[in-house]
């Protein structure tokens, strides 16, 4: 029997003093070390490659004690790469992004939990499912269609009239996208707010979209912050969107950006890894300080009420 | 307010209603509790509490996103099918050419690799990553001190992009000593006085050795794989009943049989979603082999051959479909089991 | 890494690379008039046969400099810093005569330039772009996506010698392209590195291996590779293939008109497996760059890739003026008389889709035209000294002394091809295609090699 995030979280923090405090073996500390040392070496040898200096590297090679640090790699990167742009691509096609997945989605949840109808459940698993399938089974038609959408499109949202190679067109198919994921779990979420609320709002005569706006949304912030700030790491972690529905190298978002910097500065693994690492703080930002935002995000969904 | 259908009779109904001694059960949906006693048979009138322009937003606020969900999802999904069943090459005519494409993707040279390759993404994950991942849940469950910064420390690959987690990688597998970590590492324990009586692996090829290389992107893919599965079996643990252990525990159970036979069952729903994302992940897997070689080469992967055929200079758009419907069958499979067992949930 | 799969456009200064270079010198022109009147990319027929060369309609005089107005946009595959300078060196000068053209530059990196070239084409193009000749070229004119620019070539036809003329032409006998650079397949090393151990340049196959086994002797790793992104083996494919077979069998080879199976292409593979021993191991997980770093720091004798230029050029001037080159050795067989080898030229195009052209259309070809001279191509090859220009009237005084070396070998050659990922089908040479087929050859060169072929041809055959 599982229970509600909230009465989880409680139970956790009531558990210590009733639980038997259960005697962790060494072994168990043991492994857990090192299981915890493997797992942050690679961030860590990442680290320090991009703090290396060229001559160092190539007189000693990268397995070496450093015979001096550099933030040379990390300025290099910025210049050279062109992240700055790289950074604003990747906002502008964020933000939005997660904006209107989850007012969407919450809209979408909202409709087909709180009111009866007899296509309620295939309207979800239609929308979950969208989410479920491989990215491969519908970027050939996709890309074609971007290529063909020229009749649509206005003029402030795609400067060639098509939704190929246009940052509006990647917020489009991100937030799609997403959609099912974010309806799964606000939908698991609203299942588990009283139904009288609506109702009553509903007595009281509220439209139902005011019903959504006013009533359901400031009861969701929990849940809504915990998809915003996954929703977020997704989004900004999408390599393969960008990849194949855009061709500009200045337009990309900054993790198929990556791949340019790959190919300009192949082996020169300092320049990569300071590149790398620049490219990943947005996220470990938002990771640290909405962490829990974020765990409780991955769990809503599967955590049931 | 006008059209509204329930206006001043619906005070009145709720007092016949409870004098009629009907059941206000606030599980059942809100029509039927408004329903006026049976007067006559068989017909039951509902009052609904939406009003017409209620309804429409209702229809608006699912429809628009349903629409867009189906046309740039759904609708090139089966598009994918049916230009599966073409020869195209991305431009000029459309020839319909039945199962042709699938007789070539059936006699590709790279595509029983694929198969095969992505048979063992699924089993590495279902039967290394995924449990090393509630291993570690289960041993961060409870007291551990410093589990705070070991969850950190574990989830921090999940918020990494799998581009950059391949960059990563790479700078350990560089082959060259002096260059990636792994080689630099073995060949400094060779050249130690205590010489291990272990073969010189200083100079393996690990990113380019066709033998060897899936496995080297699967243990870069197990980094975050092991993260992301812990945290939902964490949650998981966490909102699992204390009273049960504890209930277990005076009874006399071991830790390894409170989680076996009490904890495991009880996380039934948790250990749904964990197999069906174990099967998910293992078919989407693309960006760490992309980012190495482009899929080849032992790196071959359905998703990979996808894109490589039909979305490169070459446009076997017929072909590459053909690939990608193989894909969306697997698929399917971990898709409806996961929609069928939310279904059923849904309906208890 | 995944980026680097195609082979190197010149534009590029070869492939994706870290881009310090020097200022070096110009081009002799003078070495480039003396070129062999054929040169074909291979794989079609027209090519191959006699140029049929035409200027085609009456060319339309192309606006007086200064007398030209509006925009031109081309689309660039180069992203490196050093090649992407010379483009703009060569930009501004236009510019500079021409104040009131806005020249607009899109610059793509390059391989996803060629993985979204289709799309590219097929939607909306910019007026102009970098492209390649060869099959490449051809294909995409058969659909349709290129736009003929005879009437430039009618003005500056004088300025090149067939073989460029021949390979800008496509099949309905228009001309396409205008070249901007070239560079040759050669053998490279270090001088400084032979005058020590005393090795002396090989003139056959067999000093060439005997000098391996010497280099392996000495410590060195005789012949470096880099093959990660699967076309730097194709270079060494197409050069025994050109030695034991001669041209006309390899461009027949490449169009598909001789099989994978026939017993000529099997003795390529077995020549070249006598040369495995001698290469650099775990090629296949290794970029070039990494493989041209052996070269550089001197522990490695010699590597069969022109643009090691690159990378020695960024190790300093001291490395750079150490690196010479010699052409592959002769394998003793009639066609070693052709001095053939791989010489890929990278150019420009006109669009057919751009949906700017009609406005554009002068502008572009004025465009054209002006990167088709030696003053412009000079500039390039000034600022990336690892390919030479084609225009016959480059001024070469300034040349480096390995940029005159290649144009003596190009001058030399009877016959010149374009690369094999050029001269063939895409999906053919592409990454699950020939790349993979070779690597699978370097790992395991014992295997049979009557399977490997014939697996090769049913997967030409399968593509259509």
């Not at chain 3, 005058?195 to 060439?208: Q, S, V």
Request: charged letters at 15%; hydrophobic letters at 50%.
């Amino acid at each position: 029997m599982t229970r509600t995030p909230r009465k989880a979280a409680r139970a956790a923090e009531t558990a210590v003093p009733h639980r038997r405090r259960r005697h962790r073996h060494v072994g168990t500390y043991a492994f857990i070390i090192l299981m915890a040392i493997l797992w942050i070496f690679p961030l860590i040898w990442t680290i320090y490659a991009s703090l290396r200096t060229n001559q160092d590297t190539t007189l000693h090679g990268y397995f070496s004690l450093p015979s001096g640090l550099t933030l040379d790699n990390y300025i290099d990167a910025w210049n050279g790469a062109e992240i700055p742009r790289a950074y604003l691509n990747t906002l502008v096609i964020t933000i939005p992004s997660v904006i209107v997945a989850l007012l969407v989605s919450s809209m979408v949840a909202f409709a087909l939990t709180r009111f009866k109808w007899r296509f309620n459940i295939p309207l979800l698993m239609i929308f979950v499912a969208g989410n479920l399938l491989p990215q491969q089974v519908f970027i050939i038609p996709l890309s074609k269609m971007f290529l063909w959408s020229g009749f649509f499109v206005p003029a402030p949202l795609s400067d060639t009239g098509l939704l190929f190679n246009q940052l509006f067109g990647i917020i489009l198919i991100n937030v799609i996208f997403q959609m099912g994921f974010c309806i799964f779990v606000l939908s698991n979420y609203m299942k588990t707010l009283p139904k009288e609320l609506v109702e009553a709002a509903q007595v009281d005569g509220a439209g139902v979209f005011r019903i959504w706006a006013g009533v359901i949304m400031p009861l969701c912030r929990p849940a809504l912050a915990a998809m915003a700030t996954l929703e977020f790491t997704f989004i900004y972690n999408d390599f393969f969107w960008a990849l194949f529905l855009m061709k500009d190298g200045d337009r990309r978002p900054i993790t198929s950006f990556l791949q340019n910097l790959n190919g300009m500065y192949y082996s020169d693994y300092s320049l990569l890894a300071a590149g790398a690492f620049l490219a990943v703080i947005p996220t470990l930002i938002v990771f640290f300080l909405l962490q829990r935002y974020f765990v409780s995000g991955l769990t809503l969904g599967s955590v049931k009420g | 307010m006008a059209d509204r259908e329930m206006n001043d009779a619906a005070p009145a109904q709720l007092a016949l209603a409870s004098t009629a001694g009907a059941a206000v059960d606030s599980d059942v949906p809100s029509r039927r509790r408004f329903s006026l006693p049976l007067r006559r048979a068989p017909r039951r009138r509902r009052f609904s509490l939406l009003t017409r322009r209620d309804k429409l937003v209702l229809a608006l606020m699912v429809g628009i996103p349903l629409a867009f969900d189906l046309v740039f999802i759904w609708l090139p999904c089966f598009a994918t099918m049916g230009l599966s069943f073409t020869d195209w090459k991305g431009y000029g005519a459309i020839n319909f050419v039945g199962l042709e494409e699938y007789e070539k993707v059936w006699s590709y040279p790279f595509f029983e690799p694929a198969l095969i390759h992505n048979a063992i993404w699924l089993a590495w994950l279902a039967c290394i990553a995924t449990p090393l991942g509630i291993l570690v849940a289960v041993i961060l469950d409870g007291n551990l001190r410093g589990s705070r910064v070991y969850q950190t420390i574990f989830y921090l690959p999940v918020v990494l992009s799998l581009a950059v987690i391949g960059l990563i990688w790479q700078l350990l597998y560089a082959p060259d000593v002096g260059n990636g970590f792994i080689n630099s590492f073995l060949d400094a324990l060779g050249q130690m006085p205590i010489s291990l009586p272990l073969p010189d692996m200083s100079h393996t090829d690990w990113l380019g050795d066709g033998n060897i290389n899936l496995f080297a992107c699967l243990v870069a893919a197990s980094w975050r794989h092991v993260g992301y599965i812990c945290i939902l079996y964490l949650a998981g643990l966490k909102s699992v009943d204390p009273q049960l252990r504890e209930a277990a525990a005076i009874d006399g159970a071991t830790s390894r049989q409170t989680f076996f036979r009490v904890v495991f069952p009880v996380m039934r729903p948790i250990n749904v979603i964990i197999v069906v994302i174990t099967a998910i992940e293992a078919l989407r897997a693309f960006d760490i082999v992309y980012i190495v070689n482009r899929g080849r080469n032992g790196l071959e992967l359905l998703s990979a051959l996808v894109t490589n055929n039909a979305l490169s200079e070459a446009n076997r758009v017929g072909f590459g479909s053909a690939i990608a419907v193989v894909l969306l069958l697997i698929s399917i499979i971990p898709i409806v089991t996961f929609l069928v067992w939310q279904a059923r949930e849904d309906l208890e | 890494m995944a980026d680097n799969d195609k082979s190197p456009g010149l534009l590029t200064g070869g492939q994706v690379t870290r881009r310090e270079v020097l200022k070096k010198g110009l081009v002799a022109g003078a070495g480039l008039t003396v070129l062999p009147t054929v040169i074909a990319a291979c794989g079609s027929t027209a090519a191959t046969a006699e140029p049929t060369q035409a200027p085609g309609a009456t060319p339309t005089p192309v606006p007086s400099q200064g007398a030209l107005s509006g925009n031109v946009s081309l689309g660039s595959n180069l992203s490196d810093a050093v090649p992407k300078k010379a483009l703009q060196d060569a930009i501004d000068l236009f510019t500079t005569a021409n104040p009131d053209v806005n020249v607009k530059i899109n610059t793509v990196d390059h391989s996803t330039f060629q993985d979204t070239i289709t799309n590219y084409l097929q939607s909306t193009p910019d007026d102009t772009l970098t492209w390649f000749s060869g099959y490449r070229m051809r294909a995409f004119v058969s659909q349709g996506l290129f736009t003929p620019m005879d009437d430039v070539w009618a003005n500056i036809s004088s300025n090149y010698t067939d073989a460029y003329k021949t390979a800008c032409t496509a099949d309905d006998g228009k001309m396409y392209m205008v070249p901007w650079a070239t560079y040759a397949w050669t053998v490279y090393y270090r001088k400084d590195v032979w005058a020590d151990k005393g090795y002396a340049i090989p003139t056959t196959l067999d000093e060439m291996k005997t000098l391996a086994a010497k280099m392996k002797a000495d410590g060195l790793v005789p012949i470096g590779l880099g093959d990660k992104d699967g076309w730097p083996a194709m270079g060494h494919f197409d050069i025994i293939n050109l030695r034991e077979n001669g041209y006309q069998f390899h461009v027949d080879l490449m169009a598909g008109k001789v099989k994978w199976t026939d017993p000529a292409v099997k003795k390529v593979f077995t020549v070249w497996k006598d040369l495995l021993p001698f290469y650099e191991s775990g090629s296949a997980g290794r970029v070039w760059q990494d493989a041209a770093k052996n070269l550089v720091a001197k522990r490695t004798g010699m590597m069969l890739q022109p643009q090691v230029a690159e990378t020695f050029t960024a190790a300093g001037d001291a490395d750079y003026a150490q690196l010479a080159m010699f052409p592959w050795p002769h394998h003793g067989t009639e066609w070693d008389a052709e001095e053939a080898l791989d010489a890929p030229i990278d150019g420009f195009m006109i669009s057919a889709n751009s949906p700017t052209l009609a406005a554009d259309l002068a502008n572009a070809k004025a465009l054209m035209q002006h990167l088709s001279t030696g003053e412009a191509q000079g500039l390039a090859a000034k600022a990336n000294p690892a390919n030479i220009a084609c225009a016959n009237d480059t001024d070469t005084s300034g040349y480096t002394d390995l940029q005159k070396a290649q144009v003596a070998v190009l001058a030399k050659a009877q016959k010149l091809t374009q690369f094999l990922d050029r001269d063939t089908k895409p999906e053919f040479a592409g990454p699950n295609g020939m790349q993979a087929f070779l690597i699978d050859f370097l790992q395991k060169p014992d295997q049979d090699l009557d399977s490997f072929l014939g697996k090769i041809q049913t997967f030409w055959d399968s593509l259509d």
